[in-house]
């Protein structure tokens, strides 16, 4: 946690892209600073060291960096059983779980509450909540694609580099690079989180997410897109601990206009706060398997049914 | 002027000294810049064939001509007629040339193998606790499989069979990814679509009781090597028949612009009479990882289990559910 308790400006002066882009201005604005700096300081008193020098040198052109927004971040709300508000309704597993086996109830993260959809395509989302334990991807431990990665209930990892912004997500053990330095390029084929192309906007990280298979789903309550989806993702550091963050939808094919969400991103502030291992596949084997068991004894999916086609 | 020619010369200019060949590329806070995409394919045997004895270093025209070898030995199985030994491979492996993607080249190392400890370039005996796991596992894969734990963690994509920890050179997806920022490197393996976040000043380890597939990486730099120490495997991660004490040490060096020496050692005196060490070298590249979403397209698992059930409801005992590469 050394850099990531104050907004801290990057210290990494050097970026690795030769491309000419928006990073390589800042570079050799950087880099002329830099060599003024030393023009200045050869024709002054020799300094006492040189790492007096660089920090000065360094401090002298923060205004140019962008903010860190490494560390270790979490969303805190209910938005993965559902974004639209929501009572607590209980799962199909309460005769085991009792009280744990509840959708807790939470606001809608959505800006103006409700999702936009086409009059005729938010039948299919109330078809998806209806059978959600034998169709929700997540729940298979599918990757859940972007936005619903970021709000799922376990922490992520943000390492920030000029060339590329990492995230590390807990769960799933899922992943992805934001590239900060190819801006106009596409991804060859779609995949399940996308293809991330980040810029600064200021001091916003404004990340355009394109090529995300269509099988996933914005939540558990079976909210879902096509394979037109377009996300853009706004992450702003409104203050040490936290991110606001946002994405923006859009699905010509089933929403009638764009549709934003809203939600703080909350910094998982103690010592030893770390992303650590959640491979969920051993934990939707079960699911996905259990009627293909040796000695299997009839329907035990969550919700009682046998899954006829669950991959 | 390309930006790490002008870092050096500034460096330069302020009087920072470095240890590293200048032809190192180095991040502002004065270690190696490890970041990148390393393609860590390679030819060079794992273990020394015996053809190569007591030889540990292979000369530029030894390598040429065992490069050539094995690149005649593929064009050769890849217009094999269907009727012999490599086609029944072929369909238990469940791929052909044309899916494989091991690479063409020897290691820059030169070696004639990437084990490099034991001295004879080969494997150290198992211990008999080791003998009797190992015999255990390759049973229950031998067997139709009664649900998806009686199958390996590859077959499941719990782990990928060339990610590890350590990374070792497989049939396809060899890359890997780094990330480095003066407080982590991440590691992101195309194989599974998986990654380990290592802190660099050492981190704290967990306490024995949390396992972990991949195990507890903790990273520190040692000089210009960035060196991580794995601990708290699961006892189902088995790397290379390994158990849940194993401790991996790998080492990351950058050689140059290109390459990065990848140095790994495995110590588990429960399965192994001896530690094991290899070294290759990566080679870095312009080309990216591509999302290997494994599970999410793991058709084989339901299939596999589909078959077990016909073969059982048909009284058909199968014994012959391990791999030819597994035998």
């Known amino acids: 946690m050394s850099d990531t308790n104050s907004i801290t400006m990057r210290d990494e002066l050097l970026p690795k892209s030769y491309s000419f882009h928006l990073a390589n201005l800042v570079f050799w604005k950087t880099m002329s600073l830099l060599l003024l700096g030393v023009l200045i300081t050869s024709c002054s008193p020799a300094p006492t060291s040189p790492n007096e020098t660089s920090s000065e040198l360094a401090s002298s052109i923060e205004v140019n960096e962008p903010p860190d927004l490494s560390g270790i971040w979490q969303a805190l709300n209910t938005a993965h059983w559902d974004v639209e508000g929501h009572t607590a309704r209980g799962m199909p597993v309460t005769n085991i779980l009792g009280a744990y086996g509840v959708m807790q109830a939470g606001t809608s993260v959505v800006v103006g509450d409700e999702i936009p959809y086409l009059p005729e395509m938010r039948a299919q989302q109330e078809s998806n909540q209806a059978d959600w334990a034998n169709l929700d991807p997540a729940a298979k431990c599918y990757i859940p694609g972007i936005p619903r990665q970021t709000y799922m209930p376990a922490p992520f990892q943000i390492l920030q580099t000029d060339s590329e912004i990492f995230i590390a997500y807990q769960w799933g053990s899922n992943s992805r690079s934001i590239f900060m330095d190819r801006p106009g390029t596409s991804a060859p084929i779609p995949s399940w989180m996308g293809y991330s192309l980040g810029r600064w906007e200021g001091d916003t990280l404004v990340v355009d997410v394109s090529s995300q298979m269509s099988d996933t789903w914005f939540d558990a309550a079976g909210n879902y897109h096509s394979d037109e989806l377009h996300v853009e993702e706004r992450y702003s550091l409104i203050d040490d601990n936290h991110i606001e963050y946002e994405a923006t939808i859009t699905d010509p094919k089933v929403f009638r206009e764009p549709w934003t969400i809203r939600m703080p991103l909350y910094r998982r502030i103690e010592n030893d706060a770390r992303i650590l291992e959640f491979k969920c596949v051993e934990f939707a084997e079960d699911l996905l398997y259990e009627h293909l068991r040796k000695d299997y004894e009839g329907p035990r999916a969550l919700d009682g049914s046998i899954p006829e086609n669950p991959v | 002027m390309k930006n790490s020619t002008l870092a050096v010369l500034v460096f330069?200019?302020?009087?920072?000294?470095?240890?590293?060949?200048?032809?190192?590329?180095?991040?502002?806070?004065?270690?190696?810049?490890?970041?990148?995409?390393?393609?860590?394919?390679?030819?060079?045997?794992?273990?020394?064939?015996?053809?190569?004895?007591?030889?540990?270093?292979?000369?530029a025209d030894e390598i040429e001509e065992y490069e050539t070898a094995v690149k005649n030995s593929r064009a050769a199985r890849a217009t094999a007629e269907f009727d012999g030994e490599y086609d029944q491979q072929d369909l238990d492996v469940g791929y052909d040339q044309f899916y494989l993607d091991q690479g063409t080249t020897m290691s820059s190392t030169m070696r004639t193998s990437q084990l490099v400890y034991p001295e004879n370039g080969r494997m150290p005996a198992m211990t008999d606790r080791g003998r009797e796991t190992a015999g255990y596992f390759r049973a229950l894969q031998r067997r139709a499989p009664e649900?998806?734990?009686?199958?390996?963690?590859?077959?499941?994509?719990?782990?990928?069979?060339?990610?590890?920890?350590?990374?070792r050179s497989g049939a396809y997806n060899n890359m890997m990814k780094l990330v480095q920022t003066e407080d982590y490197i991440?590691?992101?393996?195309?194989?599974?679509?998986?990654?380990?976040?290592?802190?660099?000043?050492?981190?704290?380890?967990?306490?024995?009781?949390?396992?972990?597939?991949?195990?507890?990486?903790?990273?520190?730099?040692?000089?210009?090597?960035?060196?991580?120490?794995?601990?708290?495997f699961n006892h189902l991660s088995r790397f290379n028949g390994t158990g849940e004490n194993m401790t991996l040490t790998e080492s990351f060096t950058r050689l140059d612009d290109d390459r990065l020496e990848y140095r790994w050692t495995v110590e588990d005196p429960e399965i192994y009479t001896d530690k094991y060490t290899s070294v290759v070298e990566l080679q870095l590249t312009d080309a990216d990882l591509f999302e290997y979403a494994c599970h999410e397209a793991n058709y084989a698992m339901p299939l596999m289990l589909s078959g077990a059930r016909k073969q059982e409801a048909a009284g058909i005992e199968d014994d012959t559910w391990l791999p030819s590469w597994s035998r």
């Open chain 2, 12 to 59: 330069a200019l302020f009087g920072i000294s470095s240890t590293v060949s200048a032809d190192v590329p180095m991040k502002s806070w004065g270690k190696p810049n490890l970041q990148g995409n390393w393609d860590f394919r390679t030819i060079t045997p794992f273990q020394r064939p015996a053809s190569f004895a007591d030889k540990e270093f292979l000369t």
């Open chain 2, 186 to 232: 991440v590691i992101q393996t195309e194989m599974v679509n998986d990654h380990r976040v290592i802190p660099t000043n050492g981190g704290e380890a967990l306490p024995s009781n949390m396992r972990l597939w991949k195990g507890d990486s903790r990273g520190e730099w040692d000089g210009d090597t960035f060196v991580v120490t794995t601990t708290n």
């Open chain 2, 147 to 167: 649900g998806p734990e009686d199958r390996n963690t590859y077959d499941r994509c719990i782990l990928g069979f060339n990610a590890g920890p350590p990374m």
